[in-house]
């Protein structure tokens, strides 16, 4: 959700000042008045955790959460070199939940299993799995995640296209969406057809490989065996190369561009996850609606799912107070619930997702109608977690640049090959 990937690389910009400026130690700098000061390294602006934050030390008085952010791209390396150096300065950290098994291998997530128990009864038992590895619980989960097919209403009903419906068993399918883009091209001067948030990143594109039966990519018992040249993964990405060979989707423009593209009324479809509809609440002028991710015609429904977790630093200097912290995040209603206030992000634990899913319900405008309805039922029925594997990190990255060669132009199956190879390669060392 990452992730994601991420899905915030627009956050790079406003954090890599103050991430540059962070160095190990830093952020525990202020401990003038006395209190424990919990060190949080996050992804997220620091507007996305001010409300847990002060929820959690109005609850807890004696304790302070200091919070750095870091550009999601940058997280993972930041960590590395970080734990890698037994670092105490951090002592939470968010965790991208299909890298909980690497990082867990490495040692560099504490056991959890003395709050296991509780931690099964709050959460649902996807987002307890992907929160653990090797029988033990690793990281708290905070949010998950699904997608949707957002459209431009005033642009189909111009172009004479009727709008997808809110119901998932009214589903498009790809080809039906690009193929009412492209009328949009053509009979109402949209610029593309169609555009993809997710772009070259597996999170977003493992929908259309596991919608075409294509499997993971990831398989054997150690899942450290690649399976990235499949019927499925071929023909799903020979759709996702022509997609923007016959210009249905731009070349040139970054992911985090994409969502404004949408919103200035110039594209029909776009798909992308919930992250997006608070900005998109606000719009004026623009009348837009949700519809379930597509799904090929001859494939099943598949979406997107998972986000981020937290773990405890096992180097952590307050371990026990920042697992305070997070217990209160992930495993209390109102903890849950304040990490999605100032966006609307899933909440994993239960009753939390429960509310949050009523209230989304009650506030629900005409562009926003079906949105509880889809997630509801793409997070029962249709949601795909990434492959679990402790050669995920080199997996995400050898991928994604092949992703990258085939939407350029690159042949599928040669391209698919040599990824292939690379990974043999790579994940060598980790046997």
Request: aromatic letters at 10%; charged letters at 20%.
């Amino acid at each position: 959700m990452t992730s994601s990937p991420s899905r915030r690389t627009v956050l790079g910009a406003a954090l890599g000042v103050a991430s540059a400026a962070a160095p190990a130690g830093c952020s525990g700098s202020r401990r003038g008045d006395g209190r424990t000061a919990v060190r949080f390294l996050g992804p997220e602006t620091p507007d996305t955790f001010r409300a847990v934050i002060r929820g959690f030390e109005r609850a807890n008085p004696g304790i302070r959460i200091d919070y750095t952010p870091v550009p999601p791209d940058q997280l993972g390396d930041v960590l590395q070199l970080r734990l890698s150096a037994k670092d105490s300065a951090i002592d939470v950290y968010a965790v991208d939940q299909p890298r909980v098994p690497a990082l867990s291998a490495r040692g560099f997530l504490t056991d959890l299993d003395r709050i296991a128990d509780r931690t099964r009864s709050a959460v649902t038992p996807e987002q307890y799995a992907v929160s653990s590895w090797d029988g033990s619980l690793r990281s708290l989960p905070i949010w998950t995640s699904t997608q949707y097919l957002f459209y431009n209403a005033d642009l189909l009903a111009k172009a004479g296209v009727a709008l997808p419906g809110a119901a998932p068993a009214d589903r498009w399918s790809w080809e039906r969406t690009k193929a009412a883009g492209r009328r949009a091209m053509d009979r109402a001067g949209a610029d593309a057809a169609l555009l993809l948030e997710q772009t070259d990143l597996y999170y977003g594109l493992q929908p259309l490989i596991e919608s075409l039966h294509g499997g993971s990519g990831i398989t054997g018992k150690d899942m450290l065996t690649p399976a990235v040249t499949t019927q499925g993964w071929i023909d799903a990405l020979d759709w996702y190369r022509a997609l923007f060979a016959d210009g249905s989707s731009p070349r040139g423009i970054p992911s985090y561009q994409l969502s404004s593209l949408f919103t200035s009324g110039r594209v029909p479809f776009f798909v992308g996850g919930p992250w997006n509809l608070g900005a998109f609440a606000g719009l004026e002028d623009f009348t837009w609606g949700t519809a379930p991710q597509p799904k090929f015609a001859h494939g099943r429904a598949v979406t997107p799912t998972d986000s981020w977790s937290w773990g405890v630093n096992p180097y952590a200097e307050h371990p026990d107070a920042g697992l305070r912290f997070m217990e209160y995040a992930a495993l209390t209603t109102e903890g849950s619930l304040s990490t999605v206030a100032a966006s609307p992000l899933i909440p994993s634990n239960r009753k939390a997702f429960d509310r949050y899913a009523a209230d989304l319900a009650d506030k629900a405008t005409k562009s926003t109608a079906g949105v509880t309805t889809i997630m509801r039922y793409e997070l029962a029925h249709t949601a795909v977690s990434r492959p679990r594997s402790i050669g995920y990190t080199q997996f995400e990255t050898v991928m994604g640049s092949a992703f990258s060669d085939i939407r350029n132009g690159s042949a599928v199956e040669p391209r698919l090959a040599k990824a292939s190879g690379e990974l043999v390669r790579t994940w060598e060392r980790l046997r």
